[in-house]
């Protein structure tokens, strides 16, 4: 048995190009409580039942407006994830929810997000076009899981299995290379590497998030990011980073930022990280000698016992039916020194449960 305990660190930078930061995060490190807090230490908690949320939206749209746009869709997650609320999804009517329940929760959370930015949009002729990305990280029991629009990014690192990238860019250079038109390798230095074909706030076409689970994986290490980072730094940059700097998240959140500075800083850079530890439960040993033996199975044993107690009985019968046999029988025994032992072969019956 395990018990799951998660390290959280999370933070943004204007970079050094921009003038204002239209990219909006969030974390909640446990979601049965209403705390929308930014953890910047090493604390260890534990994975509570709600779970833990990691947002990220990278608005767009020009000045204040994709920072309007952004601040939308994180209101909408937070006003989505109360108590309350997830009371019903996680565990509805006494059972755990399934995947399928979870997705079309992620999927509809991400949709009133998108129609919120849309209606916004119509009230107030500043904000027109706006619009952003967003992806978000549910870590919820054995499982994460991640729901996205546009090209914000989840990737997961582990010193055991690698780095991979959890979701895939709803943008037009990974539309070529899906076709087969261009080699991924190309795909970072493409000049339209910031186009994207997805996202909230487009009156035109409606939002349409993509969905996924991942199985937990002890030291596993969560990375959520706007492209001010992915779109800067190579995948193994990032993931050298992460691998440098695993056993402390505040400080792998600078040296990321700093790594998306160093390279020019011509957008918005956010991050958002969470480390998962499993710590193993003690359980009771089968006895002193740390052997374990196996239980008897009863059900078995019930069975031999009553086939012997009806042995017994026939064989009490015929005894009491034939007399003079009896009288034979019970010659031969001396019953001053002498104990009658019904002897049976104990190899045969069987002690391992089914």
């Known amino acids: 048995m395990s018990e799951i305990e998660i390290k959280l660190a999370a933070g943004t930078d204007v970079g050094l190009v921009r003038k204002n930061n239209e990219d909006n995060f969030v974390v909640n490190r446990d979601l049965s409580q209403s705390e929308w807090i930014i953890p910047q230490s090493s604390e260890t908690i534990p994975l509570g039942k709600y779970g833990t949320l990691l947002v990220v939206a990278d608005g767009m749209g020009g000045t204040n407006a994709g920072e309007v746009a952004s601040a939308i869709a994180i209101e909408t997650v937070q006003n989505a994830f109360t108590p309350e609320k997830l009371d019903k999804i996680v565990t509805f009517e006494g059972e755990m929810a399934t995947e399928e329940a979870i997705e079309e929760f992620l999927t509809k959370t991400i949709k009133a997000a998108d129609l919120n930015i849309v209606n916004a949009s119509k009230e107030d002729s500043s904000t027109q076009g706006m619009g952003t990305t967003i992806v978000i990280a549910w870590i919820l029991n054995e499982k994460a899981y991640i729901s996205w629009c546009g090209d914000s990014r989840c990737y997961v690192f582990n010193g055991n299995s690698g780095f ?48 996924r689970s991942y199985n937990l994986k002890d030291d596993d290490i969560f990375l959520l990011c706007s492209d001010g980072l992915c779109g800067l730094c190579h995948d193994e940059e990032i993931m050298q980073i992460i691998e440098e700097n ?66 017994a009985l026939l064989l009490g019968g015929y005894l009491y039916k034939n007399p003079q046999l009896y009288a034979k029988w019970k010659t031969k025994i001396d019953p001053a020194d002498t104990v009658i032992v019904a002897e049976t072969d104990t190899s045969t019956i069987s002690l391992q449960p089914d």
């Open 246 to 311: 695993q056993n402390d998240l505040v400080a792998c959140k600078d040296q990321l930022i700093e790594a998306a500075l160093a390279v020019g800083g011509y957008d918005n850079v956010t991050i958002v990280l969470c480390h998962i530890i499993r710590k193993e439960t003690d359980e009771p040993k089968a006895n002193l000698n740390n052997t374990v033996f196996s239980k008897p199975n009863n059900h078995k044993f019930r069975k031999i016992v009553l086939l012997l107690f009806a042995l």
């Open 164 to 211: 991979c990238r959890l979701s895939k860019d709803h943008s037009y250079v990974q539309d070529l290379v899906d076709q087969g038109k261009l080699d991924p390798e190309n795909a970072f230095d493409h000049p339209y590497s910031n186009v994207i074909t997805r996202c909230l706030g487009d009156p035109t076409n409606r939002s349409n998030p993509d969905f």
